[in-house]
């Protein structure tokens, strides 16, 4: 859990608030970033008029303890357990069963290899509900500009593999 707590390692790689460009020209995450504090509170109002203290309580409070752990889970799990099918240079790696919980974030060294990218299952077999999401919305027009790596970014990280040479025979 220490990467959490280490804010020049964050910084460090991830170049800092720099990274983010592209999100910060977009008017719609501007806006959501200017009133971020309206809307928890208007949640917090429509879950205590839907159902009471109750709903108050598992759709602010369970739900935010969980989300914050799974989030944790996946930067503590994936840099231990799993396997690697980028060079990245770091400990990230990959975890069937971390993806299923968090719809598809458990593919943390896909994620490290290509961060830019909004598919994180690169394979078919790997199953990634973030992307199916993103796909439906660039389907219905809400999602533009929906990066993946290319073939040749993939080489670029692929592990290099060495050509077989035999021993010489004596």
């Known amino acids: 859990m ?3 707590f280490d804010a020049n390692y964050i910084t460090e790689k991830s170049g800092g608030p720099s990274n983010v460009e592209d999100l910060e020209r977009q008017p ?3 806006f959501m970033q200017d009133t971020y504090l309206l809307h928890p509170i208007a949640f917090g109002v429509l879950l205590y008029a839907g159902g009471g203290f109750p709903f108050l309580v598992w759709g602010m409070g369970v739900r935010s303890v969980l989300v914050f752990h799974i989030t944790w889970l996946v930067n503590s799990v994936s ?5 690697q099918a980028w060079n990245t240079g770091d400990l990230s790696r990959n975890n069937w069963w971390l993806a299923l ?3 598809g974030e458990g593919w943390h060294n896909n994620h490290h290899a290509f961060e ?3 598919r994180h ?3 078919w077999w790997q199953i990634d509900i973030t ?3 993103v796909r439906f919305l660039q389907a219905i027009g809400l999602a533009t500009d929906v990066k993946v790596p290319s073939e040749a970014q993939k080489q670029r990280m692929a ?5 077989f040479q035999p021993e010489p025979i004596s």
């Open 131 to 133: 992307w199916y999401v």
């Open 28 to 30: 719609f995450y501007k």
């Open 101 to 103: 919980l968090t719809f």
């Open 2 to 4: 220490s990467w959490l």
């Open 79 to 83: 840099h231990v357990w799993g396997k």
């Open 116 to 118: 830019y990218s909004a």
């Open 159 to 163: 592990f290099v593999k060495e050509a």
């Open 121 to 123: 299952g690169l394979e």
